[in-house]
């Protein structure tokens, strides 16, 4: 059976696929509760639903954020538009409410497909079919893929995450300029995805560097990535952005980043047709491109030298961005998540580093390739949690070529203990969580960086369950709502209403309102929300960021009261038929 599926790889990956994607369907809590994993694919229905029903393709802005104004989003439409697509067209056959919901069912798994392809059809080329399955298998054990894989996560991580594994499958497989070009085009897509992506696409450019320094034949494959990534930044951007807003908004592609990209492929170029022996030549030269880059930046969008969140007002920072621990470094994390991520990606960058040094003479040179971008990768993730994800992606191999090895040990005639030791340690690595969280009463098992304040439930699983009860809100007459952040999502999804502010950076000067208006006491809260042109005000009492609103403005908040069932004066309840904790209020006029 196993030769018959070796000559049908993409079959024999396809039946793993299903395999992997039914347990994460049956694992996922909120697939089966009916609700989205997370706001933000929450706030991507939202923008696919204003792109449906004739917002312009251009028109990035959530217009009932942040009213009148808005609020200019940073997402791509290279997200938004698959997806319309596949609602639009399934809702020719079924109700538009089941259109979405299946497209959301389906859009994260076939992005999974895409992603097992270009893993597996890479680690069977090099080790055969028995590692790639299990290299595909193990995506549902390393950190962070089966939460960006799963069921109606339609957020873009995912996109990311198929467009780095089809850049490494064309840069591993051969040394081909197509394979170059093939990696600069999906780059491209991802950059423009988001900017997360930018230190795999340096990576790859190293790998390429790399290439070139050991053979001067493949300098032309360094220049058709550097081409093609520049190049598809270009038409990406002008396909999806368009020309009218051309300012340097520092947390997307913008039109210096452009400009800095140009510059390294034309030096890039250049050197090639110049052809340098020199390796400190080559270096020079890509070097010099890419201060001239960076130079250009630094004249035309200085801002965008700096991290992409230095200019966060700071109550914005205090008690939002530095909670939100999935976009800061890994050891801002709990201990029972950070380790197994350590555990899991630091063992497959020692199994390529071994291979590296000691393995296979043959094989050696593709596993130093490989152990630069896994390092990288790691480099990435211990810097940004959420970036984990690459190295988790590129772990999977390593992983795979290890547990093949260990069911090769098995049916050998090695002695039953050390089978049962390889057995323990690919258990080990497969599945670290299950050890760590064992031994964590032996170990310090913190929680977020900076302290999460009082516990509370996230807005999917607060007893509120916004994603059945905000219908209710909607029957009230139109109006902008003040509530707390991550309500915000929910509230455009399922109401006619508009929001003051959600949990996305863009909107800063409403965020910046949300936090004032219900960390401060009631008469400072009533002029702060009555500036905001809300005419209601909508809380949940049990999730964490009302809890982080009542400790930092103490008990006599508008957040602590609201929460206690002691509103202020200048606020009307309005009876709802929803859980106690989801509570509305109408603003009186003064």
Excluded at 177 to 197: D, H, K, N, P, Q
Excluded at 233 to 241: E, G, M, Q, Y
Aim: hydrophobic share 55%; proline share 6%; with cysteine.
């Amino acid at each position: 059976m196993m030769a018959g599926l070796a000559r049908r790889q993409g079959l024999a990956i396809a039946l793993v696929w299903l395999a992997v994607s039914a347990v994460l369907g049956f694992a996922s809590p909120h697939l089966a509760a009916g609700r989205f994993p997370d706001t933000d694919d929450v706030m991507r229905l939202v923008q696919v639903r204003d792109l449906l029903a004739g917002q312009g393709w251009f028109d990035l802005f959530q217009h009932r954020m942040s009213p009148p104004e808005g609020t200019l989003m940073h997402w791509s439409r290279l997200v938004d538009a698959p997806l319309a697509g596949l609602v639009w067209l399934l809702s020719q056959f079924m109700p538009m409410a089941d259109a979405e919901w299946a497209a959301s069912f389906a859009v994260p798994l076939l992005l999974l497909l895409v992603t097992m392809l270009a893993i597996g059809k890479l680690a069977c080329q090099r080790f055969g079919l028995g590692p790639a399955l299990l290299a595909c298998a193990s995506f549902a054990l390393v950190p962070l893929l089966p939460a960006q894989f799963q069921p109606l996560r339609i957020d873009h991580h995912g996109w990311q995450i198929m467009t780095v594994a089809i850049a490494l499958w064309a840069i591993l497989r051969d040394h081909s300029a197509r394979g170059a070009l093939i990696a600069g085009a999906a780059m491209a897509a991802g950059l423009m995805v988001s900017l997360e992506t930018v230190f795999m696409a340096a990576g790859f450019a190293g790998v390429l560097t790399w290439r070139w320094l050991a053979d001067d034949a493949a300098r032309v494959a360094l220049v058709r990535y550097l081409q093609a990534l520049a190049g598809g930044l270009v038409v990406l951007f002008a396909a999806t952005r368009g020309l009218a807003d051309l300012a340097p908004h520092c947390d997307a592609i913008a039109p210096a980043h452009l400009g800095l990209f140009v510059i390294v492929a034309g030096g890039a170029t250049l050197l090639c047709a110049l052809a340098p022996r020199s390796r400190l030549v080559i270096l020079g030269g890509l070097g010099l491109s890419g201060i001239a880059g960076i130079a250009l930046v630094a004249w035309a969008a200085p801002a965008c030298l700096a991290p992409p969140f230095a200019g966060l007002d700071p109550l914005v920072r205090d008690l939002w961005y530095v909670r939100v621990t999935e976009g800061l470094p890994l050891w801002h994390r709990p201990l029972s998540e950070a380790l197994p991520a350590l555990i899991q990606t630091l063992a497959a960058l020692a199994i390529a580093l071994w291979n590296a040094l000691r393995g296979e003479p043959a094989a050696r040179g593709w596993w130093r390739k490989f152990a630069l971008l896994l390092a990288v990768a790691v480099l990435g993730g211990l810097m940004t949690y959420r970036s984990i994800a690459f190295a988790s992606l590129l772990a999977t191999i390593p992983l795979g070529w290890l547990a093949w090895r260990g069911v090769q040990l098995w049916r050998g005639g090695a002695g039953l203990p050390l089978r049962l030791a390889a057995a323990a340690g690919v258990y080990v690595l497969l599945l670290p969580a299950p050890l760590v969280n064992a031994l964590a009463p032996l170990l310090s098992n913190r929680g977020a960086g900076g302290g999460a304040g009082e516990a509370g439930a996230t807005v999917a699983t607060s007893t509120c369950e916004m994603h059945r009860h905000a219908r209710a809100i909607d029957r009230l007459p139109q109006g902008t709502v003040f509530a707390p952040l991550d309500l915000g999502p929910g509230l455009l999804l399922d109401t006619r209403h508009s929001v003051v502010a959600s949990s996305h950076h863009r909107a800063m000067a409403g965020m910046g309102r949300v936090i004032a208006g219900f960390t401060a006491e009631a008469e400072a809260a009533h002029a702060v929300v009555t500036a905001s042109g809300a005419r209601y005000v909508v809380t949940c009492a049990d999730i964490g960021e009302m809890a982080v609103y009542r400790q930092a403005g103490g008990p006599q908040s508008l957040a602590a009261r609201l929460s206690e069932g002691d509103a202020p004066a200048w606020l009307e309840p309005v009876a709802l038929d929803g859980p106690e904790a989801l509570r509305l209020w109408r603003v009186r006029s003064r």
